[in-house]
């Protein structure tokens, strides 16, 4: 693939870093050199497969950052190959995404030619169409912070319910994947009207 250019509506994330700031612009530069297409999505640097014949985008890879690391986040992780055994699950609600963490600019320097065979494969996946064989939402148990929301708000419940079961387990995901429940509230209310509206995460 050709090296891609730089979108300026990215640039926002890597100019407000405070932390990882070399880190991110080395893997703002790997994900480039495999063509793919820079856009802002959560928030973050997402990296894309341009829109095809049936209009779709396809999500390839996501540049975030913790306190303890940053990472690429590759949306279908989990149906790599991962022959250097570098993937990981961020937590146990997590059923298509994989990362692989990163805590210093020569550790990725060093892990270059591997981090483009690993999102030349992610785009081969995706160009596949293969896709992640996902649990039932009913096989999801709603956080409790979820639930308390339902109670106080009805309507809430019965918008929830009318989503269709893949926006469901985006959102149960999403709130899910929050350690602490302050986290998990401020999601919640962050979505509400997205809900009621009957929109998903991505909407």
Request: hydrophobic share 35%; with cysteine.
């Amino acid at each position: 693939m050709a090296k891609s250019s730089k979108n300026p509506k990215v640039d926002f994330f890597f100019n407000k870093a405070t932390k990882w700031h070399e880190e991110y612009a080395k893997l703002r530069m790997i994900a480039l050199d495999c063509g793919l297409t820079e856009e802002p999505k959560w928030g973050c640097p997402c990296y894309i497969i341009p829109a095809a014949a049936d209009g779709r985008e396809r999500n390839i890879v996501l540049i975030h950052g913790f306190k303890e690391y940053c990472a690429f986040l590759f949306f279908k992780g989990v149906l790599l190959k991962d022959p250097e055994g570098i993937l990981i699950q961020q937590t146990k609600y997590v059923q298509a995404g994989r990362q692989i963490r990163f805590t210093s600019v020569e550790e990725i320097t060093a892990m270059k030619s591997i981090l483009k065979a690993y999102i030349q494969e992610a785009v081969g996946v995706e160009e596949s169409g293969q896709k992640v064989n996902y649990k039932k939402t009913s096989e999801f148990s709603v956080p409790e912070e979820l639930q308390d929301k339902f109670a106080e708000m009805p309507t809430l419940r019965k918008a929830f319910n009318t989503l269709t079961p893949g926006r469901q387990r985006g959102y149960l995901h999403y709130f899910s994947q929050a350690k602490q429940s302050k986290t998990r509230i401020a999601r919640i209310e962050k979505y509400v009207r997205h809900i009621l509206k009957g929109k998903g995460l991505e909407d």
